[in-house]
């Protein structure tokens, strides 16, 4: 009978999981130029609010700690949004790759990280945030985002396998 439970709890679990999924998904598909109240009363109210260093308000919509989601667009001073975006994926993270990042405009492009670490000896210590996504839309991972010793930019960043979703670790074993 345990047994069975267990498989009707991860069964439940996981269709609760996609219908969530399915419901923000739709996120992505709301049209550029769309006014912010709309979008707001369809979605909610962003979690996070910035302005970007060309001076646009940033708008993101996050599941983080824990999710693996989330959503960003631009508003004009009409209150109209730009695209709304998938902002935790392989190809956004990329942008990484191109000029200088602070944690500001991490922060302002990604959104508040699932949690902050550091790493190394204590002469060389470095902060690291760490993102939950889905790594190529399938894998439980988190993006790496390490910053220097002074913790003033980015000098790399990668992926990995995500601890939360280790076996060890799901508390319906």
């Known amino acids: 009978m345990n047994a069975t439970l267990t498989r009707l709890a ?3 679990l996981a269709g ?8 923000c998904a739709n996120m ?5 130029g769309t006014p912010l ?21 940033r708008l993101i919509w996050t599941q983080q700690p824990y ?3 989330a959503w960003g667009t ?12 998938p902002i935790l994926t392989d190809r956004h993270f990329d942008a990484l790759a191109k000029g200088v990042w602070t944690p500001e405009r991490v922060r302002c492009e990604f959104g ?34 390490y910053f220097d010793k002074d913790g003033q930019t980015v000098t790399r960043f990668h992926p990995g396998p995500d601890p939360m979703y ?8």
């Open 10 to 12: 991860r069964f439940a």
């Open 16 to 23: 609760l999981g996609i219908g969530l999924l399915g419901a």
């Open 28 to 32: 992505a598909d709301t049209p550029p």
């Open 37 to 57: 109240s709309q979008v707001e009363a369809r979605f909610g109210a962003a979690n996070y609010t910035c302005t970007t260093e060309d001076g646009a308000r």
């Open 67 to 69: 999710g693996q989601y």
């Open 74 to 85: 631009n508003v004009d001073a009409a209150g109209m949004t730009g695209r709304i975006e």
């Open 112 to 145: 508040p990280p699932a949690e902050i670490t550091q790493v190394g000896l204590p002469s060389s210590r470095q902060i690291v945030w760490g993102y939950r996504y889905r790594q190529a839309g399938a894998w439980n991972s988190l993006m790496y985002v």
């Open 166 to 173: 280790d076996r060890d670790n799901l508390w319906f074993n």
